[in-house]
């Protein structure tokens, strides 16, 4: 038998033994709460290393994007069909405070508005709010479905 084909025998010998143990030992929930202008509600927890004076496990969570259906904010089952997503900005008494990042339909509903012999028009704009901040805007639009020449002649 050859070295290449038994798996137990090796090459080399690399010295060093798998650590076996919890890795959500050294781990702790933060909860997620929304900005004021949503009501500033518990959207959930996330997971992240134990607070120390040595690591910097607070800077690991910010940035972090969360994405929630809009009828679960709210509670209408109508509005299932946008994602609201947020940014972790600042960690206040021991809860992860977010902010808005953006909105989008989900794929399903687009795909329910794109139709056959449409044309689809995608656009965005970049705007500057007074406070400082920048949007970017996407739009999408679709034409009328034109009628056929011969149709609107036997119509006549």
């Given at each position: 038998m050859t070295i290449d084909k038994n798996k137990k025998i090796s090459k080399t010998s690399k010295g060093g033994k798998k650590?076996?143990?919890?890795?959500?030992?050294k781990k702790e929930w933060i909860p997620v709460i929304s900005p004021a202008f949503v009501g500033g509600r518990f959207l959930g927890n996330t997971l992240v290393d134990k607070i120390t004076n040595t690591n910097q496990s607070l800077e690991k969570l910010k940035n972090r994007v969360y994405e929630i259906s809009l009828a679960e904010l709210n509670g209408n089952e109508d509005m299932a069909n946008r994602k609201i997503k947020f940014k972790c900005s600042s960690f206040e008494n021991g809860?992860?405070?977010?902010?808005?990042?953006?909105?989008e339909l989900t794929r399903d509903k687009i795909c329910s508005l794109v139709r056959k012999w449409q044309t689809i028009i995608d656009s965005f704009v970049d705007i500057k709010t007074r406070d400082g901040f920048f949007l970017r805007i996407f739009i999408i639009a679709f034409s009328k479905k034109k009628k056929k020449k011969s149709q609107i002649q036997k119509i006549n």
């Open positions: 650590r076996s143990g919890d890795s959500f030992a809860n992860c405070l977010t902010r808005f990042n953006g909105m």
